[in-house]
């Protein structure tokens, strides 16, 4: 069961806008709305962002958006913030025993 | 507010099998909404998924963990367990716990991770 696909590194400055990309399969992102974008940053446990491919947990920023098209989904985060520098994972449910599968996770840094 | 404290030994032998507990509050593991979730993250590495549990029993395992993985739930004590049999030092991580949803997956809360070392 393969990981899903993250670039391993994304780059911004402040107030500008980013894109991260997750690309799983047909098996995945591609049948089910069930994507999640998690935040962690350093020595601390991940935070959920998004979940259901665009829907915010309470108390998260509007900053952050999700959205996806066909096997890739993908996380925006407008007006970077130096707070946002983190890395980011994606997962999604899959309909094989795994259950849910993690993407590698992509570093943003804040220039 | 829910929260979940992972406990267990931070050093295991290798070929030994580790084992770390969940104790959740503020909730219960009786939620038929949730499973219970374990995720591990090796040192300067990505996230993986481990497996989760159901109040039933009913476990969901990482293919490539299966054979080694064991995940249960007493809901007596509104605890989770796993277990990780054989271990070497690749499975040297910081192991979380957490809640997932049972419609979508989605990983809402989680324990703050303890790192288990496997090391003689």
């Known amino acids: 069961q393969s990981a899903l696909t993250q670039p391993a590194s994304v780059s911004g400055s402040p107030g500008q806008s980013i894109t991260i990309s997750c690309t799983g399969t047909s098996s995945d992102v591609g049948t089910y709305n069930f994507v999640s974008w998690y935040q962690q940053h350093p020595g601390q446990a991940p935070k959920l962002i998004i979940y259901?491919?665009?829907k915010r947990p309470s108390g998260v920023s509007n900053r952050f958006s999700g959205s996806k098209s066909g096997n890739t989904a993908s996380l925006t985060i407008s007006g970077l913030q130096a707070e946002d520098e983190a890395d980011y994972y994606c997962?999604?449910?899959?309909?094989?025993?795994?259950?849910?599968?993690f993407g590698g996770g992509t570093k943003l840094t804040v220039l | 507010q829910l929260q979940l404290q992972e406990s267990g030994p931070g050093l295991v032998k290798p070929s030994e099998t580790l084992s770390l507990t969940c104790t959740v509050s503020?909730?219960?593991?009786?939620?038929?909404?949730?499973?219970w979730g374990w995720i591990r993250q090796p040192p300067g590495k990505g996230l993986e998924w481990i497996g989760s549990v159901y109040y039933s029993g009913s476990t969901y395992y990482n293919p490539s963990l299966k054979s080694r993985v064991t995940i249960s739930v007493d809901t007596s004590k509104n605890q989770f367990s796993l277990k990780l049999s054989s271990v070497t030092a690749a499975d040297t991580a910081v192991y979380y716990c957490a809640r997932v949803g049972r419609i979508g997956a989605t990983s809402d809360y989680w324990g703050q991770g303890t790192l288990v070392t496997v090391s003689s």
């Open positions: 997962d999604s449910y899959t309909h094989t025993s795994a259950y849910v599968l």
């Open positions: 503020g909730g219960s593991t009786s939620n038929s909404n949730y499973y």
């Open positions: 259901d491919v665009n």
